[in-house]
């Protein structure tokens, strides 16, 4: 856990830095884009008593890892240290916790977003274990997020030029095929990940 503790970290400090190279000095409002999250999360999740809902595990912990980025955004802000913030989400992430109404649960972590502009992990670690997300699920999710995240940005994303469609399937379609077919618990499974992407990338003659 500890070390992919640590390639989270440091994959979220090199994302961070392709969008702005001094990303840290730029006040970006990381709580804001939790609390979005949070609320569309509560969608899939499901609120309205006028009609029949059912939670949509697997959209929510697409959610949960979107907020774990920023999450880790926010941590890599206040300590320089990567291997002391490592050890103490670990401590978080190990730590049996009760849970309780899922809804509550996410508002409870949504009111301590907003009121300190700051991320809990242990509030957090409680929504995963709300879906019995796991940490292989968090890890293997965020890493293929990011990669996906910067083979965007590698193929002209920010210019408008890339294009979500290959071959007619969405490249979120194509990214979990992929990580269904590696080994997320090898050392190498991100660049394993970015070199398949880009194999079917060239493939589907996108």
């Known amino acids: 856990m500890q070390q992919q503790l640590l390639i989270m970290l440091q994959l979220q400090n090199e994302m961070n830095t392709k969008v702005h190279p001094n990303w840290r000095q730029q006040n970006f409002a990381w709580y804001r884009a939790i609390w979005v999250e949070c609320a569309e999360l509560l969608d899939h999740h499901g609120w309205k008593w006028w009609k029949q809902q059912r939670p949509d595990t697997d959209q929510i912990a697409l959610e949960l890892v979107d907020i774990w980025h920023f999450g880790l955004s926010l941590l890599l802000l206040k300590e320089d240290s990567i291997e002391r913030i490592a050890e103490g989400l670990a401590a978080d992430l190990s730590q049996p916790i009760t849970c309780g109404d899922f809804s ?54 920010k210019d408008g030029t890339y294009s979500k469609q290959w071959a007619g399937k969405e490249d979120n379609e194509h990214l979990v095929e992929i990580v269904a077919q590696l080994d997320i618990e090898s050392d190498s499974f991100k660049d394993d990940l970015y070199q398949r992407m880009q194999t079917v990338y060239r493939q589907s003659g996108a």
Not at 120 to 130: A, I, K, P, T, Y
Not at 132 to 156: I, P, T, W
């Open 104 to 157: 509550l649960d996410l508002e409870d972590f949504t009111h301590h977003t907003l009121a300190t502009k700051d991320f809990d992990s242990v509030r957090f670690v409680r929504l995963m274990q709300g879906i019995e997300m796991s940490f292989a699920q968090l890890y293997a999710g965020y890493v293929g997020k990011n990669v996906l995240n910067f083979f965007r940005q590698d193929h002209g994303y």
